[in-house]
């Protein structure tokens, strides 16, 4: 390890200094033709991959090659697109006023597609798109969950499996700061909101796989997020039946600005419509702060800090559930007694500091800390009767006609978790004009404290299960312990550190006939835990022929491996598995961005295959949003697929897209192939959005999702026999929304609603075909033995109500 910081040491100071790149800077602000500043409007230099995206005011810096004529491009959907040509000399500075020229007179628009040269596999994605998204979390992750490779579930939760992958595979970065979700959540109705605050959010990037080595350590996708940097006073506030939030951003100096947020959701309103009635008390809370502070114009300094605190109390009274066929229809009725209280409290803090010696060269230190304490409590007992059901033709009702059985089950859980991580790292970046170099170190400390204790008792016509055998009339009836399923009583303490650092960088190549772009990297890890030394070597390139329409092929390849954490190192009983090996992927991307027109407007079709070969996999149970981990390295698998997304204005002056993705993937496993918990055969997402001719104030927004069905199987059954499948899942959400005051609104001086920019009114019906969709199983045992898989369905046909405001 002393000669690998040795050699770090030797690389940075070869190459941090390399000040000698010639460049120029551009900046200014782009106005539209009322010379009114846009927002997000996506600026890039031709033929790069360097760029920018304007502010709120209107205002972007770029840093473009001196000493040549550079091609700078301007884009903003509902606007002509530009471009202009400039030539600067070496670290010469030029202001510019930029003026875009409307399409045509039409409503706020929305983008959602990247505008440059795709040289990755990243897609930009807009956020003012999740103003109007009509879904129950309004989150960042509901927007990807419409991107091609992507699946969900579960509309009550924030989670999203991608290319086969599961949660815990998955990357999310705030401005370069990791994050992470809760350990110990095992539904959906726990999990409450995002960590991701829509409000404060200025750009989107997201990628399903074949990323740089910028990025690890996980296998499956990114998630990057670029929180906002204010330039003036501005904020927000949004209340509706679910919850409130609010946000403010600002200067106070020149140098100094800040941007805070604040959510409070209940999705009790939503949960009274489950199968299960009880008295529902979640409450979910959180505030986040950024504060950043320019030093000088070559240093800056930034705070971020956020506090969760999520609260999930539940006294279940009764439950009734038809399941089945017309043909073999069933009926449960449950009636409870106990309780379930949850919390979930979580601390995030970071420090960065950034050093900008020349414009092309940048230095970030970050160091970041993660506090976490989870509970999950509950004794709850149900005494449930079954019957069969006799459905009459043309009506979901029926009455019971065959008693099936009666029993009981006692479920009870004393769990507790307390988790520390620490990271400390430094990032470079050199723009060399025609190459962009990366580099990074990374220090990362993590410690769990675990207690775990659960078990369930079942019963049936008085009997516990298993059922001991008769003995009356026996003088020495036998003496038969009570037997407990599923008991898990553990305590384990796990400290872990991880060093990992890589390098990457960019080279674009052009001619007449085409622009190349190729991204090469090495990422090495170390891990304390299994002593494993990683080398992990990943490659992208793009190629653009010049053809008439704009089309861009790419091909990725690399090795992703994924040190195992807190939650994969757990076995099923609890136990931490000490010598685990990282998960390991080889992992070949091929894809085509293909530009074309319809009906006079843009558009852009994407299409990707994919094959990923694992190894050490570490198989799993997935059991609602709970992985449960069997602690091995004794499987390996595959993935295979192909993804197509086509996006464009299919609506004048309203963006709107469709995802569909084909997937297979298995592993072998105790002596033969099975479908992996992830194998979701078929996926669409489409999100759509309309506006009504001649009344611009009023829109309409819809999200459509189809998924087949996932493997499962009783409960401790072994992993070959988990191959029945849940019903596939359906859902349409739809959004109204009416434009209380816009751009050309007019005040008086004395009106209090002058203060505000903007102001909607929303209407969204969530589920709007009332589909009844699964996400997991209750067994219930009758007194011989027999399993009956009873549906735990999600949320029904329900409306909210919501009204956003900025200023």
């Known amino acids: 390890m002393r000669k690998l910081l040795q050699i770090a040491i030797l690389f940075l100071s070869i190459y941090a200094p390399a000040v000698f790149a010639q460049v120029g800077t551009i900046s200014g602000v782009v106005k539209s033709d009322e010379n009114q500043p846009l927002q997000f409007v996506n600026i890039a230099v031709k033929g790069t991959t360097t760029g920018a995206t304007t502010g709120k005011d209107g205002r972007f810096e770029l840093p473009v090659p001196a000493n040549k004529d550079v091609v700078i491009l301007f884009s903003y959907i509902g606007y002509e697109r530009d471009s202009l040509v400039v030539k600067l000399k070496e670290n010469e500075r030029k202001q510019l006023v930029h003026l875009l020229q409307p399409v045509s007179t039409q409503l706020e628009s929305i983008e959602v597609k990247d505008q440059q040269l795709r040289t990755n596999t990243f897609s930009r994605l807009d956020p003012k798109v999740l ?60 999990e409450g909101q995002s960590f991701l605050n829509p409000d404060l959010v200025a750009g989107i990037s997201f990628s399903s796989g074949g990323f740089g080595a910028k990025y690890g350590d996980k296998m499956s996708s990114v998630l990057d997020i670029k929180y906002k940097k204010p330039a003036e006073f501005a904020g927000s506030f949004d209340v509706s039946l679910l919850g409130a939030s609010a946000h403010l951003e600002g200067t106070f100096t020149k140098r100094f600005s800040y941007l805070l947020g604040a959510r409070y959701k209940t999705n009790s309103y939503l949960l009274k419509g489950l199968d299960t009635k009880g008295n529902y008390k979640p409450r979910f809370f959180d505030i986040q702060g950024m504060l950043n502070y320019e030093i000088s114009k070559k240093w800056e300094l930034s705070f971020f800090g956020t506090f969760t605190d999520n609260v999930y109390k539940l006294i279940p009274e009764t439950r009734e559930t038809s399941f089945g066929t017309l043909d073999e229809a069933y009926k449960i009725k449950i009636y409870f007694d106990g309780r379930e209280a949850d919390g979930y409290q979580n601390w995030l803090t970071a420090l960065t500091l950034t050093f900008k010696p020349t414009q092309s060269v940048r230095l970030k230190l970050i160091s970041s800390a993660f506090k976490t304490y989870e509970a999950e409590t509950y004794d709850i007992s149900g005494e449930y009767w079954l019957g069969k059901l006799e459905v009459f033709q043309g009506s979901g009702q029926g009455q019971i006609t065959e008693i099936m059985g009666v029993g009981s089950y006692l479920q009870h859980a004393r769990n507790y978790l307390e988790g520390t991580i620490f990271n400390i790292e430094h990032r470079g970046n050199w723009d060399k004009g025609k190459s962009n170099m990366l580099w990074g ?66 080279w674009t190549f052009k001619n007449e006939l085409s622009d190349i772009s190729m991204t090469a990297g090495l990422r090495m890890i170390y891990y304390t835990f299994n002593s494993d030394f990683l080398v992990n070597p990943r490659i992208d390139i793009s190629f653009k022929p010049h053809w008439k329409n704009e089309t861009v092929f790419r091909l990725s390849a690399g090795i992703y491996s994924q040190p195992p954490t807190f939650r994969e190192m757990a076995d099923l009983e609890g136990n931490i598995v000490q010598g685990l090996k990282a998960q390991t992927s080889y992992q070949v991307v091929a894809g085509s961005d293909y530009y074309f027109k319809a009906w006079n407007r843009p558009f852009k079709f994407v299409a990707e295959a994919y094959y990923k070969n694992i190894q050490n996999l570490i198989p799993y149970e997935i059991d609602n949003m709970k992985i449960r981990y069997y602690g091995t390295n004794d499987a390996h698998g595959y993935a295979a697929g192909i993804d197509f997304r086509v996006n464009g204005e299919f609506v004048k002056g309203a963006e709107s897209w469709a995802s569909l993705s084909f997937l297979k993937t298995e592993e072998y496993f105790q002596g033969s192939w099975i479908p992996r918990p992830t194998d979701q055969r078929m996926n669409l997402a489409i999100f ?22 996932l493997p499962f199987g009783p409960p401790d059954a072994p992993r070959s026999e988990q191959t029945l499948r849940i019903p596939p899942y359906r859902r349409v959400d739809i959004g109204l929304s009416k434009q209380l005051i816009g751009s050309q609104t007019k005040f008086s001086g004395k009106n209090p609603f002058r203060v505000f920019d903007s102001m909607w009114l929303s209407l969204d019906i969530f589920n709007l075909l009332q589909i009844s969709n699964t996400v997991s199983y209750l067994w219930v045992t009758d007194i011989n033995g027999r399993p009956y898989a009873v549906p735990n369905y999600l949320t029904p046909r329900m409306f909210n109500l919501k009204l956003t405001a900025k200023f």
């Open 131 to 190: 103003t109007f998204i009509p879904t129950i979390n309004a989150s960042v992750e509901d927007l990807i969950k419409t991107m091609p490779g992507v699946s969900s579930r579960n509309e009550l939760s924030s989670q999203y499996s991608v290319r086969g992958g599961n949660y815990d595979e998955n990357l999310v970065f705030v401005n370069d700061i990791e994050i992470y979700r809760p350990f110990l959540v095992r539904s959906g109705q726990q």
């Open 441 to 506: 170190a990374k220090y990362q400390y993590s410690f769990f404290d675990y207690t775990i204790n659960e078990w369930e008792l079942q019963d049936s016509a008085g009997y516990s299960i298993p059922r001991p055998p008769d003995s009356l009339g026996s003088q020495h009836p036998p003496k038969d312990n009570l037997e407990l399923f599923n008991v898990i009583n553990n305590h384990n303490t796990v400290g872990t550190d991880l060093i990992s650092a890589f390098i990457q960088d960019t």
């Open 688 to 709: 759509f959005q309309d506006f009504i001719p001649k009344f611009p104030t009023w829109k309409m927004n819809l999200t459509l999702f189809y998924g087949t069905g």
